[in-house]
């Protein structure tokens, strides 16, 4: 379902239509359509390929809500989703932030520190 990119300080979930079809229990035509009339804009990037962020996602269940093509249900559903995706995010990034800078050891053990003989 949702990636990050292989940037290892973004943190950040990348959606496709697929995924946010699957959130909205839609087709990813139905996406689609709506995106050709204009009800949704979905952001390119720059492969050309549809990528939504978490907030993308919570705002395009906001539209469909109010255009009545899903249930209120079903939006507090993926609120709550979003809501918790963006938790992960913002851990990652501080997970990220803290042990920036320091070096691990092979397989990711700390390091031990060496003593210098003198």
Request: charged letters at 25%.
């Amino acid at each position: 379902m949702a990636r990050t990119t292989t940037d290892p300080t973004n943190w950040k979930f990348a959606f496709t239509v697929t995924d946010l079809a699957r959130f909205l229990g839609k087709s990813p035509v139905t996406l689609r359509h709506w995106e050709r009339n204009g009800l949704v804009v979905f952001p390119r990037d720059s492969n050309g390929d549809r990528r939504l962020t978490t907030d993308e996602v919570r705002r395009t269940a906001q539209i469909a809500y109010k255009l009545r093509r899903i249930s209120d249900a079903r939006l507090h559903m993926v609120e709550a989703a979003v809501y918790l995706l963006e938790n992960i995010e913002a851990q990652n990034n501080a997970e990220d932030r803290s042990h920036r800078g320091t070096k691990l050891g092979q397989n990711g053990a700390s390091p031990t520190p060496t003593t210098s003989a003198t």
